[in-house]
């Protein structure tokens, strides 16, 4: 059987592996070692080198998914998005990004890149006249999100692709909310694929792992850079989230179906001023993930009523949790401007459209209606108080 025409789940479960040569069992083994003999052999080993056999069996299943020829993993998603960018981007370079962007990114260019004499651009919006008009003689990347955290925005991957190549571009993705599951940005010419494996890889709240996908040509340049930076993860997290994988086809599906429903139940509700999930009809990019997309990602965000105090509607939730991270199993929710956000000044945070009220709800696999019935008692509670 040919490896290329293998299902989705079929990769998730199989491509990766660590074959157990000495007792054959079902799943890869672990190995644990940091220390790994360098003569008669022919690999020299070392985990910050990213090639312990756990290491290299793993990128192997996530260039699979990305469509791609090799991949790296890293110690978070930040690791893997500042090591990127500082590989392809040198003193007096260039980068065009959104300005709609994860606060964790968007800190680390405005905090970091002067330190390195690295200019930068945000677009204004997302079309391709947006990011045209910042690209300039000394730009190197074009950076993007898509879809965006937390408005979930989309971006047009062949377009940007397109336009890049035009002006010898590289090109980077955050697919981190949409997934290898509900999208392979290479298939629309993206030359980098990037991930916060935290979040849909990882799936249960108990990895922080990043990962990056793309040609061999461009893994070696950024391997150059992170063997020197030393952001590589531990065998033991590696083994936990090359298990965790096998599972998140199964996972991110289900969780579409519930965001979608849970998308047009918070659309139709008294107390919600406004949804952002690319599912809706109405939202301004839907037609546009459709074409690029398979499903809607299991993330949206979504605005309360101004009257209500939004701290307080969050304590009264009883099954969602408000927590930092996102795309476990459980469905969890956050305010972005007090936390992945929160770096950010009030202003940066207007420019971006991140109103106070705002909440990023990560729709995990629970019963849709249970997760209703938590919310509506939320809205309940909190409305009466306000009333006192």
């Known amino acids: 059987m040919k490896s290329e ?8 479960t199989h491509i990766g592996e660590v074959e157990d040569k000495q007792f054959k069992g079902a799943i890869s083994p672990l190995f644990m070692s940091s220390s790994y003999a360098y003569e008669d052999v022919e ?4 985990p910050r080198y990213f090639n312990t056999p756990n290491q290299e069996a793993l990128c ?15 110690g978070s998603g930040m690791a893997a998005v500042s090591t990127t960018m500082l590989a392809f981007l040198h003193k007096g370079d260039h980068v065009v990004l959104p300005q709609t962007l994860y606060g964790g990114t968007y800190n680390f260019v405005v905090e970091e890149f002067h330190k390195f004499g690295i200019e930068y651009s945000f677009a204004e919006g997302f079309s391709e006249t947006d990011f045209s008009e910042k690209i300039q003689p000394n730009t190197k ?8 955290n937390p408005l979930m925005r989309i971006t047009d991957l062949e377009i940007i692709s397109k336009l890049a190549k035009q ?31 935290t979040k849909y890889m990882g799936g249960h709240s108990d990895i922080c792992a990043g990962a990056v996908a793309a040609s061999e040509e461009h893994i070696k340049i950024i391997w150059n850079l992170a063997k020197n930076l030393g952001g590589s993860l531990s065998d033991y ?5 090359e298990r965790s994988m096998k599972t998140m086809v199964l996972r991110v599906k289900a969780q579409n179906k519930n965001a979608k ?30 074409k690029q997309m398979t499903g809607y990602t299991g993330m949206l965000s979504f605005e309360i009523n101004n009257s209500l105090n939004v701290e307080e509607f969050l304590k009264a939730l009883k099954l969602i949790k408000p927590s930092m991270s996102l795309a476990g199993v459980e469905s969890t929710i956050l305010s972005p401007a007090k936390t992945s956000h929160g770096l950010l000044s009030p202003e940066a945070r207007k420019e971006q459209g991140i109103e106070d009220g705002l909440l990023r709800f990560s729709v995990g696999i629970e019963e849709v209606e249970d997760l209703i019935a938590d919310l509506e008692e939320a809205f309940q509670k909190v409305s009466k108080m306000e009333k006192i």
């Open 5 to 12: 025409n293998l299902g989705i789940n079929t990769i998730c």
């Open 43 to 46: 690999v020299k080993r070392y």
């Open 60 to 74: 192997k299943k996530i260039a699979k998914l990305e469509k791609c020829e090799a991949a790296l993993i890293f």
């Open 141 to 148: 990347v074009i950076f993007i999100e898509t879809p965006s």
């Open 167 to 197: 002006h010898g571009v590289i090109t980077m993705i955050d697919n981190t909310f949409a997934s290898p599951v509900n999208q392979t940005p290479a298939d629309f010419g993206i030359d980098i694929m990037i991930h916060s494996a």
């Open 237 to 241: 997290t590696v083994w936990l989230l």
């Open 261 to 290: 429903k849970m998308a047009k139940w918070l659309e139709k509700h008294a107390m919600v001023e406004k949804v952002y999930y690319p599912g809706l009809k109405n939202h301004p990019d839907n037609a546009l993930a459709k």
